[in-house]
């Protein structure tokens, strides 16, 4: 057995395994359920079966072949029997297995079934790909009494995917679930802060099929926050006895748009939090904040629920998860060491952006277009990202000092310097990358495409002056 796991180390070296894919590869070699695993290592059966699939991709990709739970004991005792053999035996072994290599993909469905890249990926769904350790921080982190999980990522990058997939943990663990998207609050919801929190706890308490009552909580003379405090402590926190309640809030950033809001709800998660520490019946509410964070609010440091807890920020797909994406999405092409590299091309394109890498698997499995010409159209307006385009286009457009800041970034190859607050602004719609306030264009889609309408814009107001 030893041999065997130092033999899984040597074919996954560029992933190191975490302690739970470990678990997961031991008990599937001695034969456990998931559900076994589940109960043993007190995750969630979805989130172990989630672990074991990602797992069985990233062996198969390795081996040139697939693997799965069921055929683990002969696969790697092959592999074995492989690295064993003299080097004339290797040779004769691969190029004898890469001209019939096995399809990797687990789930190989037809271009007809598969749906539009839109929305989270569905509990379940086969074109997940985990981005360890995220998952298995965001799992952890809320069996703790009393968390605080930020979730930040720009628009289309998985936080809502992320999210749902710690929701369906937590419900596996008897945790009562509330959850807010501030995207569905009416605008008049934020013509004060007294009504906000009002409309927050008339929802909370459905969610929680508690009958609103908070006229009997809420005293103008101590004030909204007060009153949302004692509501939550005196009422709410009263009911939930001994299962926890996570209180999932998203599109955060919503309410970034309202300063006179903002500046006083969010300290208010914050001392919920702290609250915590020494309250019990704070310990109950466990919170996780999702938001892309377009719009900046400077807070007092220590009035930042942004500098507490635990923040959770999603990387870009590596070209190995975008590889195993394509697998996903049955596309052969992908299947071996020079699928790999046939990929690259796209991953550096769209920097791993994973909405992106997604449109494109969809577009080349309905047979429309090679990758190749999807890559030479990708920036043009008729491209498959035209649209995506175009509304990042009249975002920066809204805000002219935005349009200024990313004229300057598109303008060298070189990084650039930005205000600050337009650095982090650009960087949270996910259009540059910084280190410090230095900043450069994200992906060479975005530059090639701004570099494009920034010349059109010029050229129009060159002609329009000449004119006049």
């Known amino acids: ?114 749906e539009f890249p839109s929305g989270p990926v569905a509990l379940g769904s086969p074109l997940y790909i985990n981005r360890p350790p995220l998952e298995e921080l965001v799992c952890n982190e809320i069996l703790h009494p009393g968390c605080l999980i930020r979730i930040k990522a720009p628009r289309k990058t998985g936080k809502s995917s992320l999210l749902n997939r710690m929701i369906a943990y937590a419900k596996e663990q008897d945790y009562q679930i509330v959850y807010l998207d501030f995207q569905e609050a009416d605008q008049d919801v934020f013509a004060s802060l007294d009504k906000f929190l009002r409309w927050f706890c008339v929802n909370v308490s459905r969610q929680l099929n508690l009958l609103p009552c908070l006229d009997d909580f809420w005293d103008t003379e101590m004030g909204s926050k007060v009153s949302c405090k004692i509501y939550f402590e005196a009422y709410l926190l009263q009911y939930i006895h001994d299962s926890p309640v996570v209180l999932a809030l998203n599109e955060v950033h919503r309410v970034f748009e309202h300063p006179n809001i903002a500046q006083d709800f969010l300290p208010m998660l914050r001392f919920w939090h702290e609250q915590a520490k020494q309250d019990q019946t704070w310990q109950k509410l466990r919170m996780v904040v999702v938001h892309t964070t377009e719009i900046y609010i400077p807070l007092k440091l220590n009035q930042s629920p942004f500098n507490v807890g635990i923040t959770i920020t999603l990387p870009p797909f590596t070209l190995k998860q975008v590889q195993n994406l394509a697998l996903r999405y049955g596309l052969n092409c992908a299947a071996d060491s020079e699928g790999a590299k046939r990929l690259a091309p796209l991953q550096a394109t769209v920097g791993g952006h994973p909405y992106l890498v997604s449109l494109a698997f969809y577009h080349l499995c309905q047979g429309e277009m090679t990758l190749e010409v999807l890559l030479e159209s990708a920036s043009t307006p008729v491209g498959i990202y035209g649209q995506h385009l175009r509304e990042l286009l009249s975002l920066l457009q809204k805000e002219p000092e935005l349009m200024t800041a990313m004229q300057q970034v598109i303008a060298t190859d070189e990084k650039v310097e930005l205000d600050a607050i337009a650095a982090y602004k650009l960087e949270s719609m996910g259009l540059v990358q910084l280190n410090g306030n230095q900043a450069s264009a994200m992906c060479e889609l975005y530059r090639l495409y701004f570099s494009q309408q920034f010349g059109k814009q010029n050229s129009a107001n060159a002609s329009s002056k000449f004119s006049s």
């Open 1 to 114: 057995m030893d041999e065997l796991l130092e033999s899984v180390k040597k074919i996954l070296q560029d992933k190191p395994l975490g302690s739970i894919q470990w678990f997961v590869l031991y008990q599937s070699w001695l034969g456990k359920t998931y559900g076994e695993m589940a109960e043993a290592s007190g995750y969630g059966n979805n989130y172990i079966k989630e672990v074991g699939s990602e797992l069985w991709q990233d062996l198969s990709i390795a081996l040139g072949k697939r693997v799965t739970k069921k055929n683990l004991h002969l696969a790697l005792k092959k592999h074995l029997e492989y690295e064993i053999a003299d080097p004339e035996n290797q040779i004769q072994q691969k190029f004898g297995e890469e001209s019939n290599l096995e399809m990797v993909s687990p789930d190989l469905f037809s271009a007809n079934n598969i």
